[in-house]
């Protein structure tokens, strides 16, 4: 999707229903297709006997699925615009959990995942992030802001909550639960929120020269090897290692998701000063030993 950077696409109104209906489909697509497996871990192992290692391979290759499908799914993106993308997505994630819940060995559980990381890509930050940006224009910074905050709460809330359910209900029941509250709550709102027109893809040849331009550039490559570098150090769910089995710890979860929350209000109340700053040019001088 392509926008001129004054373009208003939408009404006000129109703008504040498509970005709250984002924020609670991101809590929920982040909470059911990212944080489940690591919050139903304990259970999955105890109650079927596979392995660790093996369960969260599985789970690594739905991941890798994620990343493989990106530009595909930018470029459904481009093509059709993001309510049919991501309502494509409310759906082929349920279907996917219903079968992780179905699996009766790790490589049938692993092979559920695969269709699940599709889901992923046309679900998580990516699309929601060029929806807002295209309907935004020069005002996106807040809107952004406010969906990743809201966004971080996912494993506060939904880590808990799976482990709970994978505790009273097992796993199997709690995949199967899951995936009908993704259907139920997600697809409706990408189809009655997401009404915003948008602009088809136009210019091929100038968007992939656009595309090739970014790709090699130092930007790029220093922000992707930073980011896989962060990602290298952090889980969302640390688990804690006692005589004879893996135990997750849900204050972990909790701790992550409301240390990104705070993270994520502070970078909200400064998004408009540092916005001015980087545009000004004019930045404020480190302060002295004595004031940090």
């Known amino acids: 999707m392509q926008a001129a950077e004054g373009a208003r696409p939408g ?3 129109s703008l504040r229903r ?7 489909t991101e809590l929920i697509s982040w909470g059911v297709l990212y944080y489940t497996v690591p919050a139903t871990l304990p259970t999955l192992v105890a109650r079927t006997g596979w392995t660790v290692t093996a369960i969260m391979t599985g789970f690594s290759c739905g991941l890798l699925a994620s990343a493989a499908a990106a530009i595909p ?4 993106i481009d093509r059709y615009g993001p309510r049919w993308v991501m309502t494509g997505g409310s759906l082929l994630g ?3 959990l219903a079968l ?4 009766s060995s790790p490589l049938a559980f692993g092979l559920a995942w695969l269709p699940a990381g599709v889901a992923m890509a046309a679900l998580l930050y990516p699309p929601a992030f060029t929806a807002l940006t295209y309907w935004y224009g020069p005002r996106r910074s807040r809107a952004l802001m406010t969906l990743t905050l809201v966004g971080g709460l996912a494993s506060t809330v939904f880590a808990p909550l799976s482990g709970l359910l994978a505790a009273e ?3 199997r029941v709690t995949y199967v639960v899951l995936a009908a509250f993704l ?13 915003l027109p948008c602009v088809a893809q136009t210019g091929r040849v100038r968007h992939d020269r656009h595309t090739r331009q970014v790709r090699t550039s130092r930007t790029f490559w220093l922000l992707t090897t930073a980011l896989a570098l962060a990602a290298r150090r952090h889980h969302p769910c640390r688990r804690r290692r006692q005589p004879g089995r893996a135990r997750a710890d849900p204050g972990a979860c909790r701790a992550v998701g409301g240390g990104r929350a705070s993270h994520r209000r502070g970078l909200l109340s400064r998004t408009r000063s540092v916005g001015t700053q980087a545009c000004t040019g004019r930045w404020p001088s480190s302060p002295p030993p004595e004031q940090r």
Request: aromatic residues 6%.
């Open 73 to 76: 799914v930018g470029r459904l």
């Open 11 to 13: 009404s006000a109104r």
């Open 183 to 195: 259907l139920a709550t997600t697809g409706p709102i990408h189809l009655i929120c997401l009404k």
């Open 100 to 103: 992780a819940a179905l699996a």
């Open 94 to 96: 349920t279907t996917s």
């Open 169 to 171: 209900l097992g796993w």
């Open 18 to 24: 498509a970005l709250w209906g984002l924020c609670v």
